[in-house]
């Protein structure tokens, strides 16, 4: 008689490969990408191209170094790259760029074993390790009119009233005329994303829609709003600004460093909505998404553990 291995769902093989499924995911990276290039100019391509370049170097030559099979093929570098590269300002130096990317690979990914292995996201962990080295580089933001622009105040710093400065309309926010990183500045293309990765299925829509929703009732109910306009102003306001959009459709449904059952992702989305309202209104930081998405990334495996579906037929070991 054969022994049966019990084991949970999913059991169906799909024809998706890492390769495909990181390939949906720079297309849908796409728009973002030349958003950033439209309004920022050449200089944001430059740091675009630099931190690709400079991930996928850097996992080369470490499997190279270290006698391990060549991952570049599977698009995976190149996505933590274009990711990294969207969570930077225009402004900064193409060495700090490469020093990241090299971070994000070495440390982050590929010492922990490389794609699959590593318990953070790496273009995240890279961002924070960059914002605590380089923090007066990481916050030079200027308006969306070119590298030559004077520098400014994101919107919301206007709204923490940690410096002065404009705040755009909601439509400028939504199109991309406002103050930012390379890849946040236009939700309207972040959405087009999103939504690219819905109709192919690359991504499940529980973490993103709960990630945002949970932030936008706290803010609502509970934030400052001490710049004078509507409540409905002040929220769309800051789910428009500070990546969230960014963070939470493209990192915050990261299959490796993210739970897989519907529950975990619903808990993990309503975390990291949370955390980056708590980071934004008790904290110094005006943003809090990265660091919101990291600290649910370490508590990831025991989300898992809890809300993983028993096998039907499980049999209970004694003792």
């Known amino acids: 008689m054969s022994k049966l291995t019990v084991s949970s769902s999913p059991h169906i093989k799909a024809k998706e490969t890492i390769s495909s499924i990181m390939l949906d995911v720079i297309i849908a990276l796409l728009p973002a990408s030349f958003a950033g290039i439209y309004f920022f100019g050449w200089r944001a391509l430059a740091v675009i191209l630099t931190s690709v370049a400079a991930c996928v170097l850097s996992e080369f030559v470490y499997e190279k170094a270290m006698k391990k099979p060549i991952s570049v093929r599977d698009l995976s570098a190149v996505v933590t790259g274009l990711l990294l590269a969207l969570n930077l300002p225009v402004t900064i130096p193409l060495w700090m760029v490469v020093l990241g990317a090299v971070f994000a690979i070495v440390i982050v990914k590929q010492l922990y074993g490389g794609l699959g292995k590593n ?10 390790f960059m914002v605590i080295s380089w923090a007066s580089f990481m ?36 199109w991309g005329a406002k103050a930012g990183c390379i890849g946040e ?31 936008a009732l706290f803010i609502y109910l509970f934030g400052e709003n001490n710049i004078g306009t509507s409540q409905e102003y002040f929220t769309l306001l800051h ?14 449904t990261d299959y490796v460093t993210t739970p897989t059952t519907h529950l975990g992702r619903i808990i993990f989305g309503i975390g990291c909505g949370f955390i980056t309202f708590a980071i934004r209104k008790f904290g110094s930081y005006t943003e809090g998404v990265s660091f919101a998405i990291l600290l649910m990334n370490l508590v990831s495996p025991i989300i898992e553990r809890f809300t993983i579906v028993k096998p039907f037929g499980e049999v209970r070991k004694n003792g």
């Open 119 to 128: 318990f953070v996201n790496p273009a995240l962990a890279a961002r924070c």
């Open 139 to 174: 916050t030079a933001f200027v308006n969306p009119t070119g590298i030559d622009a004077v520098s400014t105040a994101t919107p919301l710093a206007v709204i923490k009233g940690v410096s002065e400065g404009t705040l755009p309309t909601l439509s400028q926010a939504f």
């Open 185 to 215: 500045t236009s939700g309207a293309m972040l959405l087009l994303g999103f939504l690219y990765l819905l109709i192919k299925r690359v991504i499940d829509f529980r973490t993103p829609v709960l990630y945002i929703a949970t932030f």
């Open 239 to 252: 789910i428009l600004t500070g990546g969230l959009l960014l963070g939470a459709i493209f990192m915050a």
